[in-house]
DNA sequence: ACGAATATAGAATCTAGATTCGATGTGTCT
DNA sequence: AGACACATCGAATCTAGATTCTATATTCGT
């Protein structure tokens, strides 16, 4: 620690803080594209423009760099999730924001997420351990969501919460990795048309008809 | 080839490729737990009890191995998938053995698919392409089932069949990757599900009523 | 301007892992 | 039995990539 006036360490610690986050972020950038072990510590220094050995300045080792972005990559989810949780809505409609919510992490922060998603199956089993808690947790909320519209009534008593649950997640996590035309269907949009689908399905009688006032207009530009 | 009777060809060349299988196995089996990058050759001769580098007797190079592998992978899907196109039956009937034929694959040759799915963006961009199209023949497929759903009227004609397709599948594809547990539950019955999820959604009135009331009370939280 | 801590460079190390090659074993046909 | 093609081994090569260590440059508070 330094031994400096408190405000210069807090001056420095922000700046410190400020370069370490590049430094993750290039590498959650190169893992996100090549995959963990497709990546080498060469490529994350080109990023940076910086020589490769100066990255253990920062991590002690390519594997806990993983373990941060994998970090990094969740709590942004489960943030955005608790939030959506506490709010007093009809469950299907908790499942739509929930949903947005999810998807919304893969524009604030694709990379994070792409490698968390495709790579945390790399770490050690501790910090696998540690992340997957974390991940078990955004899945809980969504089976939670899903059993009180049973329960409530607003879903099929017959579903089974857990695996509509995993459906669900599927679906959206598949969109990290789409191809870029694909994708680039605002995030927004392809949330709405997911509630939909998950909520009434394809076939035309799923969807309640329009004279009935609902606020289920068609998509949207 | 053998100068050998054409019987002696028969048989040798029956066993090398039935030798050339377990290898090509093996390597499936690595790379899907491992990941591509993450595997390494002694491995895949370990899991055959042989020695490294008698693996190049039977691939020229680990990166061949895994084209080799994501083909097989595809193949399999591909005709299932068109065996079902060929029936003639209704487009959201059609959808359902769509899903349930591709989650067949699953059982049947799982590290294949696993491979397929996850790791052939890491194959060098000729072979890549010369996969992809193959992986592009059934997203058009099922696309095209929803297009005729969509025409014929019994799927709602507001959807995004290109979407709803992409949908369909990520989910789908995310069931490889589902941890033991949970992918355990009988493919048949998770294929079930899914149909009845992507026709009908979750949502109560979602299901073809008895009878034309469609009471969507929104149930009181 | 000085000194303490920080940030980066440079060189060195050390190992694992892909690929090559020649030798050897093994079964099969004539 | 002898020849031949196939299958595997053993050793060697060759390189890339992670990590370590030491030296230098930079920055900031005083």
Not at 7 to 13: D, E, F, G, I, S
Not at 59 to 87: H, I, N, Q, Y
Not at 114 to 139: Q, T, W
Request: charged residues 30%; aromatic residues 6%; positive net charge.
């Amino acid at each position: 620690m330094t031994t400096h006036t408190p405000r210069a360490r807090l001056v420095h610690n922000i700046r410190v803080l400020r370069r370490a986050d590049e430094v993750i972020g290039a590498a959650a950038r190169v893992f996100a594209e090549r995959g963990y072990h497709g990546t080498t510590t060469q490529a994350i220094a080109d990023v940076l423009g910086m020589r490769q050995a100066s990255l253990y300045y920062y991590f002690p080792s390519k594997e806990a760099a993983l373990e941060e972005v994998c970090a990094r990559g969740t709590d942004g989810f489960v943030e955005a999730a608790e939030r959506v949780m506490r709010e007093d809505m009809p469950p299907l409609k908790k499942l739509e924001l929930l949903i947005a919510s999810h998807l919304a992490q893969f524009e604030t922060m694709p990379d994070y997420v792409r490698v968390f998603i495709n790579e945390r199956r790399y770490l050690p089993d501790a910090s696998r351990k540690r992340v997957g808690r974390k991940s078990r947790r955004i899945e809980r909320m969504i089976e939670e969501v899903i059993q009180a519209g049973i329960d409530s009534g607003s879903i099929r008593p017959g579903a089974d919460a857990h695996l509509a649950m995993l459906a669900v997640l599927g679906m959206c996590n598949a969109v990290i990795n789409w191809r870029e035309v694909d994708r680039g269907r605002d995030t927004r949009r392809i949330a709405a048309i997911f509630a939909q689908l998950v909520a009434n399905g394809l076939a035309r009688n799923g969807s309640p008809p329009k004279h009935r006032g609902q606020p289920k207009s068609e998509p949207m530009p």
